[in-house]
């Protein structure tokens, strides 16, 4: 990351800079493996730790619609002022319209990772996932601003609403965790707390966790099909979840997992689902993020990991995201600093080996003339998405819900462009 003028690029609330924007280098990613550990992202390209801070505190405040008590559906991240004053200050800038029949240039793919700039990306979104009713269409001023807000933009121009992340799956191995603790012995110079911290990271498996998502996608899809109204649908759910033996079947009727569908707004929508559930699919997108977020916890949790927190449910996969703030590592060392958060976009591929599957998220919010730069899109095979950064402990996979006669989860995708 080259060093720039911090004035200009964090003065404002409508940032959002995401954890893959500053990725390795291309050597970093070929040679990178599932599990190996990664340094933050402040070691791994030279941010300062005030760099880090005032993109954080920005974060915090301009994803606060992230937030599980804020509405659905709802407008532009604002905290004070409207989302185009927000953009003058920042240097975010909407980027422009592309030709409707422009056709995008090929990606730069190493490493497991396809790059391209954010009006290329437009111009491929135009061509493969803009498609309503079979219908190519050209990418609106609002989906151009939406984008522009980086990693988060990307979610958020595919899925519809602002993701609220209330419906996540993991896999935790407990007894893995537990075996680990009475085994292992603490490395030169770390903690109780730094080991703890370790294992649970440790104990998380991504892979069974995107598994999961998907498979309970899959189970809510056959469902969805011939169901005409929200009570067909839900007992065809529960029909499925029995054939299944799953655990599901017996979460409370309240429950994000069954309340899911009817807090879609493109499910009410006229143009979307129009209450009808056999308009809608599930889909999939995935979030990275710190555990030690409880402001009452330890310090030694919120620097090294809270082993409770952001746990599946043993049975189901279900995670309960009611306590993520959108709040970052917190410094074990002097001059330690992290980055908050990730997004990645899956929709609905049908491709099995998980390894193949590819993930699409962003660098930072769109500022070619400021501090940050141009917005970069990204194209990761699942091994670089789930690797991670030391400023993460914890990857889960989000179900949501979009019309069908939405394109913008086509069941093959092609990394870059062929």
């Not at 709040?327 to 001059?335: A, D, E, F, I, L």
């Not at 590819?358 to 998405?385: C, D, I, L, Q």
Request: some cysteine.
């Amino acid at each position: 990351m080259y060093k720039r003028s911090r004035f200009l690029a964090f003065t404002t609330v409508g940032v959002v800079m995401c954890a893959a924007g500053f990725i390795p280098s291309a050597s970093q990613a070929a040679n990178r493996v599932e599990g190996e550990k990664r340094e933050s992202f402040a070691e791994e390209h030279g941010l300062t730790a005030d760099d880090v801070r005032h993109i954080n505190a920005l974060n915090e405040r301009a994803l606060s619609l992230g937030q599980p008590d804020k509405p659905s559906g709802a407008s532009l991240p604002s905290a004070v002022e409207s989302p185009r004053a927000s953009a003058a200050a920042s240097g975010r800038v909407t980027p422009p319209a592309e030709p409707l029949d422009r056709m995008p240039d090929a990606y730069r793919t190493y490493g497991g990772r396809a790059t391209t700039g954010v009006s290329n990306y437009i111009r491929k979104w135009q061509q493969v996932y803009s498609h309503r009713d079979g219908q190519a269409r050209q990418m609106t001023e609002e989906q151009r601003e939406q984008l522009s807000y980086g990693c988060v933009g990307v979610t958020w121009v595919n899925s519809g609403p602002y993701p609220t992340n209330k419906l996540a799956f993991a896999s935790f191995d407990e007894n893995k965790y537990k075996n680990a603790l009475e085994n292992t012995t603490p490395r030169p110079g770390e903690t109780q707390a730094e080991l703890e911290g370790r294992i649970a990271k440790e104990s998380f498996d991504e892979g069974k966790g995107f598994k999961r998502a998907r498979d309970v996608a899959s189970i809510m899809n056959k469902a969805l099909e011939n169901a005409h109204d929200e009570g067909t649908y839900l007992s065809n759910l529960k029909a499925e979840l029995t054939r299944n033996n799953d655990a599901l079947r017996n979460e409370d009727a309240r429950s994000n997992f069954y309340s899911a569908l009817r807090n879609t707004p493109s499910f009410k929508d006229g143009e979307g689902g129009d209450y009808d559930p056999s308009r809608m699919k599930a889909v999939i997108y995935s979030k990275h993020f710190w555990s030690g977020q409880d402001p009452r916890s330890s310090a030694n949790k919120r620097k090294y990991g809270d082993p409770e927190a952001f746990r599946p449910n043993p049975s189901t996969g279900l995670v309960d995201m009611s306590k993520d703030r959108n709040t970052s590592r917190s410094p074990g060392n002097s001059g330690e600093s992290y980055v908050n958060f990730d997004y990645g976009w899956f929709g609905d591929q049908k491709e099995e080996d998980h390894d193949q599957t590819v993930w699409t998220h962003a660098n930072h919010y769109h500022s070619p003339n400021g501090g940050m730069g141009p917005m970069k899109v990204y194209e990761s095979k699942f091994r670089n998405w789930s690797a991670g950064y030391a400023d993460f402990d914890r990857g889960t996979y989000m179900i949501t819900f979009i019309p069908k006669s939405w394109n913008t989860a086509p069941a093959k995708v092609t990394q870059g462009w062929p």
